[in-house]
Nanobody, 118 residues
Framework: QVQLVESGGGLVQAGGSLRLSCTGS????????MGWFRQAPGKERELVATTWSSSSAYYADSVKGRFTISRDNAKNTVYLQMNSLKPGDTAVYYCAAARSDWRNPYYWGQGTQVTVSS
């Protein structure tokens, strides 16, 4: 059992930065691959980034080179560092935990709003 809670969303100007945090509970936190989704109204949910280790990180093409996912298993926390933000990044961002199939995560956070102004 893993419970996830996101924080760090907010309103920023284009070109700015935010760091999202996702804190989890559960003894098996470190056994999950962690990732971030985002969804804007009327849009399909999009997988943004995932990580199991530094060698296995995945990024959507739309954020590659701007976002960085990392995790600290000792703190039961996964981060999404978001730099050079664009208005198109505006969405609700969700933390999720999976084993290997990112089409069907096991656990979800409640979401945190990120708004990027022009």
């Amino acid at each position: 059992q893993v419970q996830l809670v996101e924080s760090g969303g907010g309103l920023v100007q284009a070109g700015g930065s935010l760091r999202l945090s996702c804190t989890g509970s559960g003894r098996t936190f470190g056994s999950y691959s962690m990732g971030w989704f985002r969804q804007a109204p009327g849009k399909e949910r999009e997988l943004v980034a995932t990580t199991w280790s530094s060698s296995s990180a995945y990024y959507a093409d739309s954020v590659k080179g701007r976002f960085t996912i990392s995790r600290d298993n000792a703190k039961n926390t996964v981060y999404l560092q978001m730099n050079s933000l664009k208005p198109g990044d505006t969405a609700v961002y969700y933390c999720a935990a999976a084993r290997s199939d990112w089409r069907n995560p096991y656990y979800w956070g409640q979401g945190t709003q990120v708004t990027v102004s022009s």
